[in-house]
C-alpha cells in the first residue's frame, strides 16, 4: 500500500491513523470472501478493487482532479448521479460501513445513533478515508433524522449541499423534487463551471441506466436455483457500483453476468441444490459490512437478493432516455427516483408490495428483515412488514445490529434457529 | 372519579386498566405540585383541572360531541389550531407523558422509540384515555422518524390526516406548508360539515393570540428576581393550555399573572433570592412528565424558562389578526408556524440564537438541555448548541431520559453537581 503514500499525503490524510485502518482490511477480507469456494471467476476484478480500495480508484480521483474536474460525494440512492456525470463531474458513494470510524464520529454525535452516520462521521473527521478528502463537494439529503442533523456539524469539516427529500409521494411531492434537482444542477454547474446540457444529460442517463441495467442482469441470475453466486459477492459487487468508474463497472458486471449465465445452463451454483434461499430487506450495507451476509452464508443458507439501499433499491427503475428538453429530464428523473420505496417515506405500502414480490421472484424461502441499530424509520416499519408477511404465511426474523462484532454469536445462534424453522 | 363511568363507558374506555392509572395520579400531584411552598392562588383553577383531568374537560368533549361537534387531537406545535377552531371543531393535544403507557406502546413500536411516542400510541391501542377517545379525527406530521411512521401503524387505530412538514425554512417551504394548510382546511371543513370563512378564521385566530400573549404574559412574570411562580407550575399551566378550553383558560391565566405582578411588585417570590435561575432547552414535557423541573427545583435552583414545546416554543410569535381574505390569513399563519424552531429543521440556527436571547433575558444561570431518549433531532442538534453556549460563556448541563424513574437519583446527582458548579 505504500506506493499511495504521495497520494494520501497530497489528501492531507492521518497516515498514522490510515494505517491502523489499511492493516485491518486484508485479513478480514481473506476471512470473508476468499475462504468461499466455488467462486465465479468474474469476481477477481471486484477482488482486486477492494484489495486496492484507498488506491486505485482515489488515485484516478486525483488524476481527474489534477486535470480541473471535480468530484462529489453523496450519501443516499435518492442523489442522482445523472446530473453529477453530466456536469462532468465524479460522483462517489460515500457512506461508512466500517466500526473502525464509529468511535470518533461519537466524539461530536449521540452513541444512539445510527452506525453507519457515526462512521462516514468519523472518517471525515479523522482525515482517514481518501475518498471523503477527494471530495469538492457532498451532497446530504433530509431523509431521515441522523443524517439530516448530521449534515450541520459535518459543515465544520467540508463544503455541503444538502437536498431536500420530501416524505411523501403526492403529484406536489413529485414537483417539488424536481426543483430538488434543478437546485442542485445549478449548484453542480456553478462547482464546475460545466454547464449541463440536454445531450450530457442524456450521454449520463444512459451511463447510469447501463449500470443498472447490468445490476438488474445479475439480480435476475440470483433466481437461478441453485444460486450461481453467492450473496455476499453480489453484495460486493453492489458496493463497489457506488464508487468505481461506471462505464468499466458496468462491463465488468456484463462479463461477470456472462460467466454466471454459463452457470445457470449448466445447472452449477455456489451453494448446494436445497440450499435455503434468504431474502435481506431493511438498511443499507456500506463496504466494508459484511456481517449479515457473512452469518446467513456461514450457517447454510443462501441470501439471494437484498431490499435495501445496497440492493435491489439502487437499481429498480430506469430514467426515460429519449427526452431531449432539461425540463422533461428532470422530471423523468424526479419519476424514477420517486418511485424507490425508502422507510423515510410515509405511507410506504409500495415497499410492502416490493419485499412480498420479490420473496415470489426470487423463490425465497424466508426474510431477514435487518437494521442498523437506532434506524428509526427501517425499525418502525418492520411492524406493518411483519404484518403483512405474516399474512402471506412468509417467515421474517428482526435483527438489528451495529457494525461492532460483540453480538455476531448471538445473531448467529438466532439465524440458525430460524433456518432450522424454515424446515 | 367514580362519577365519569358513565362517560368513560360511552366513550370504549377500558374501564379497569383506566382505574389503574387512575390510581396513579393523586399521590404524584400531591407529592410534586402540593408539597411546594408558597404558591399563587392562581394555580387552584390549574390543580382542579388536573385533579379531574380524565372528567371535567372530556365531559365538556362529549357534550360538544353530542350536539354535533367534532374533535380534532394533535401532537405537535407546528399544527394549527386555529383552523380547527375555526370549523366549529375543539383541538386537543394529544402527546403521552405517561411511563404508565410505554409497555404497551413497545407492543407495536420498538424499545429505542422515544418515550412521548410510545407513551401516545399505548394510550391509543389501550383505550384509557378519553381524550384519544374522543377524538373524531388525529393530524399527525411528518417532524421527526419516529412519529411520520408512528401515524401508520396509528391508522390502524383511528382516523388520521397526516401534514407535511417541510424540513427546511426557505420560501418554497414556507409555500409548501401553507398548501399543507390548506389541504388540512379543506379535511376539517369535510369532517364538520362547516365552512372555514375569513371572518370565522378571523375569530379563531384571534382566540388562539389571545392564549398565546396569555402565557406570554405569564413568561415574562418569570423574568423577576425572585420568580414568582416555580418553574413546575408554569410548566402545568403550558401543558393545560393544550387542552383546556382556551377562552377559559386564558382568563385563568391571565387572573393569575394578575396576582404575579402584585408579587413582583412587592418583591415576593417563591423561592429565596440569589436561587439559581435555570433555564430547559430541548424535547416537550407532556403532562404528566414533571421529572426534570421537579429534581431541579427540590435541588434548590428555580426553572424560570422553558425553550421547549411545551414553554416558548407554544406561544412565541402572533398571527396577523388584520387579514381579511382565506389565502392572506392561510398564508400568514404559514409564516409564524414557520417561524417556530424545532430540531427537525435544517439548519436550526434559530433555535442557538432563541436559546442565547433567553438567557439573557431571563438572566438565568445555566442552561439544562433536557432530551427524551432516542430523539434523534434534538441530540444532534445538542453538539451545534454546546458549541454555541460555550462561545457565550453559558454552561450547559445534558440530560437525557425517559419517563421512569429509575436513573432519577442519578440525574439529580448530576443536577446538584452542575447547580454547584454555578457557584
Not at 475462504?35 to 471467476?41: D, L, T, V, Y
Not at 402471506?392 to 426474523?397: A, H, S, Y
Request: proline share 4%.
Amino acid at each position: 500500500m505504500t506506493d499511495y503514500k504521495k497520494l494520501w499525503e497530497s489528501l492531507d490524510m492521518d497516515l498514522e491513523k490510515h494505517e491502523q485502518l489499511c492493516n485491518l482490511l486484508p485479513d478480514f477480507f481473506a476471512e470473508v470472501y476468499l475462504s468461499q469456494e466455488n467462486r465465479p471467476e468474474g469476481m477477481n476484478y471486484f477482488n482486486l478493487v477492494v484489495s486496492s480500495i484507498h488506491g486505485l480508484r482515489p488515485e484516478e480521483l486525483k488524476r481527474h482532479r489534477d486535470s480541473g474536474g471535480k468530484v462529489v460525494g453523496t450519501f443516499c440512492v435518492y442523489v442522482p448521479d445523472e446530473l453529477i456525470f453530466a456536469a462532468g463531474a465524479i460522483g462517489i458513494g460515500l457512506c461508512g460501513g466500517s466500526q473502525f470510524w464509529v468511535a470518533d464520529g461519537e466524539r461530536v454525535l449521540p452513541k444512539n445513533t445510527c452506525p453507519l452516520i457515526k462512521s462516514f462521521m468519523g472518517a471525515k473527521i479523522t482525515k482517514t478515508c481518501p475518498y471523503f478528502q477527494s471530495c469538492d463537494l457532498l451532497v446530504g439529503e433530509t431523509t431521515c433524522d441522523g443524517k439530516k442533523k448530521a449534515w450541520e456539524i459535518m459543515k465544520n469539516y467540508a463544503d455541503i449541499h444538502v437536498m431536500h427529500l420530501p416524505q411523501m409521494k403526492r403529484d406536489i411531492d413529485l414537483r417539488a423534487w424536481s426543483h430538488e434537482l434543478e437546485i442542485l444542477k445549478e449548484r453542480l454547474e456553478e462547482l464546475t463551471g460545466n454547464e449541463i446540457t440536454p445531450s450530457k444529460l442524456k450521454d449520463a442517463i444512459k451511463l447510469i441506466n447501463e449500470k443498472r441495467k447490468a445490476l438488474r442482469r445479475l439480480y435476475e441470475l440470483r433466481k437461478a436455483n441453485p444460486v450461481p453466486i453467492s450473496g455476499k459477492d453480489a453484495l460486493l459487487v453492489t458496493q463497489i457500483a457506488f464508487y468505481d468508474d461506471p462505464e468499466r463497472f458496468t462491463s465488468k458486471v456484463n462479463s461477470l453476468c456472462d460467466e454466471l449465465e454459463e452457470r445457470v445452463k449448466l445447472g452449477k451454483g455456489v451453494f448446494p441444490s436445497g440450499t435455503k434461499r434468504i431474502i435481506i430487506t431493511g438498511t443499507p450495507m456500506a463496504i466494508p459490512n459484511w456481517k449479515l451476509h457473512h452469518i446467513v452464508e456461514t450457517s447454510g443458507a443462501a441470501v439471494v437478493c437484498e431490499e435495501t439501499c445496497t440492493g435491489t433499491r439502487y437499481f429498480e427503475n430506469l430514467v426515460d432516455e429519449e427526452l431531449d428538453t432539461l425540463e422533461a429530464q428532470i422530471m423523468a428523473m424526479s419519476e424514477r427516483y420517486m418511485k424507490t420505496n425508502c422507510a423515510c417515506f410515509t405511507p410506504n405500502q409500495g415497499r410492502i408490495d416490493d419485499i412480498i414480490r420479490l420473496v415470489r421472484e426470487y423463490k425465497a424461502d424466508g426474510v431477514i428483515y435487518y437494521n442498523l441499530q437506532f434506524c428509526q424509520p427501517y425499525a418502525v416499519e418492520y411492524e406493518l412488514v411483519r404484518q403483512a408477511l405474516q399474512r402471506e404465511g412468509i417467515p421474517v426474523l428482526f435483527i438489528e445490529t451495529d457494525y461492532s462484532e460483540n453480538d455476531s454469536g448471538q445473531i448467529k445462534t438466532r439465524v440458525q434457529a430460524f433456518l432450522e424453522m424454515l424446515g
